[in-house]
T-cell receptor
């Protein structure tokens, strides 16, 4: 069975600092995808970044990067130069090649302080 | 950029009533999903749908739930007799093959409140 673990229920970070949100996963699938989603207080789920298990390089999307360490089964999200608008709930998620559903972690609530 | 849309944004209903949540997936997508998120909890998979049939469903998706693609654009989730514990945010998602096999695009959600 697949599992996503996010150990940080909440984080407070000063504006303009970089922040790392932790995520570890467990799966027996040989191939899988890892995702991060942002959920602001308005409730919608915003796709941030995707990492394939066989991708040679870590994924980057603007200020977001995914620190993928396959041997450690970790997929941490790094947000550089944080902004007040980054305050939200962040979910790590995954999907296996044999599975069509996305499994989510419990999320980390990020607060950016001015 | 194409997006998944959902209506209504908020639905209030009385316990025992039927509700239909509507979604319009991205037009060239072939795989459709419903997820739900009880307030303060993680997002949970309900059902996936492909080629006009359910491909997978979770334990949550019992006989009270059904999905349908009544025409070429809409994808609906029906709850026949709502219970208080059905109160949640319901997300529709769709997937194509244009950005790899994995990425699902989520709609903005419908907040269902059962009183």
């Amino acid at each position: 069975a697949q599992k996503i673990t996010q150990t940080q229920p909440g984080m407070f970070v000063q504006e303009k600092e970089a922040v790392t949100l932790d995520c570890t996963y467990d799966t027996s699938d040989p191939s899988y995808g890892l995702f991060w989603y942002k959920q602001p207080s308005s409730g919608e789920m915003i796709f941030l970044i995707y990492q394939g298990s066989y991708d040679q390089q870590n994924a980057t999307e603007g200020r977001y990067s995914l620190n993928f360490q396959k041997a450690r089964k970790s997929a941490n999200l790094v947000i550089s130069a944080s902004q007040l608008g980054d305050s939200a709930m962040y979910f790590c998620a995954m999907r296996g090649v044999r599975d069509d559903k996305i499994i989510f972690g419990k999320g980390t609530r990020l607060h950016i302080l001015p | 950029e194409p997006e998944v849309t959902q209506t209504p944004s908020h639905q209030v209903t009385q316990m025992g009533q039927e509700v239909i949540l509507r979604c319009v997936p991205i037009s060239n997508h072939l795989y459709f999903y419903w997820y739900r998120q009880i307030l303060g909890q993680k997002v949970e998979f309900l059902v996936s749908f492909y080629n006009n049939e359910i491909s997978e469903k979770s334990e949550i998706f019992d006989d009270q739930f059904s999905v349908e693609r009544p025409d070429g654009s809409n994808f609906t989730l029906k709850i026949r007799s709502t219970k208080l514990e059905d109160s949640a945010m319901y997300f529709c998602a769709s997937r194509g093959l244009d950005r790899g096999l994995y990425e699902q695009y989520f709609g903005p959600g419908t907040r269902l409140t059962v009183t």
